[in-house]
């Protein structure tokens, strides 16, 4: 069993750290939300007041972050880990950042002789909580075969996609599709719905022909098909409308970066970034209240 610190407990993280346990790490916890920190305190982890205390002496350090301008502030600069750790962890990044800023904390990890992979992840609150999470990683191939006992304590498909970054890139790649498709899905619903057709027979229909995805299976975006799915829940649950916004924009500005076209995650981009200026709970809805962009006000 490992030393482990953790830093980041929200919505991800805390659950992931949850299972760190659970599996017999020892671990050191870090949020800037002290009541975070008290909750895995309970549970047996060891409550930092720092994230350089929490890191310190760890064999893995795993951070798990809003974004990159707090990632790069944890990580980067006299007060981040490269510069204050003594000792020689390996850093796991699990936040979803772009991939330029994953490679920018790898190079300056590398000159201070420490080692990172970024590990960003799929499945959402439920795979954290479940331990089924998706992990795609990028980093040197034997720093991915030490982490990886680590991360099957938190998921199941642990897949290495390449250099450092290229675990981003990978998840930016997945969740863009994911945008995509939703958002055609919404469009074609509302098509056959506006004229007359029953929206679950319409869906089983596409479901079971080439249209058929992982939105029709599990995420159906129109009300009342899907009993289990968010949108039969006012949108509530699931993976949050700003998260995927997020996600694109940081798709569109590496596809940019790397001389890229992605004009149908651009198009996606703007019409989520509609839906969230919709109101004051959109951003927070399910990202399949894309769906009311299609639908006639009531
Ligand atoms: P969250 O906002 O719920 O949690 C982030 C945590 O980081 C908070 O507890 C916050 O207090 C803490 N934090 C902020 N600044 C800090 C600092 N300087 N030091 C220590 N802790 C700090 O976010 P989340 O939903 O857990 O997402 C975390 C990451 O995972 C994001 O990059 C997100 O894009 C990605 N992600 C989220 C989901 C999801 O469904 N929520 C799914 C896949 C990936």
Redesign the pocket.
Known sequence: MSVIGF???????APMARNLLKAGHELRV????AD?CVALAAEGATAAGT?VEAAQGADFVIT????DA?VS??MLGNDGLIERLSARPLLIDC???SPDTSRRIARAAAEKGLRTIDA???G??RGAADGTLSFMVGGAGEDFAQAEPVLKNMGRMIVHAGDSGAGQVAKLCNNMTVAVVMAATAEALALGISQGLDPETLSGIMAGSTAGSFVLDRWNPWPGVMPEAPASHDYAGG?QLG?ML?DLNLAVANARDAGASVPFGALAQSMYMLQARRGQDAPRADFSSIQKLFTRPA
């Open positions: 830093i980041g407990l929200g919505t991800m993280g870090f949020d800037v939300t975070a994230a798990m972050l809003p974004n707090i502030r944890v936040s979803t950042i960003p992840v799929s959402g609150p993976f998260l997020k």
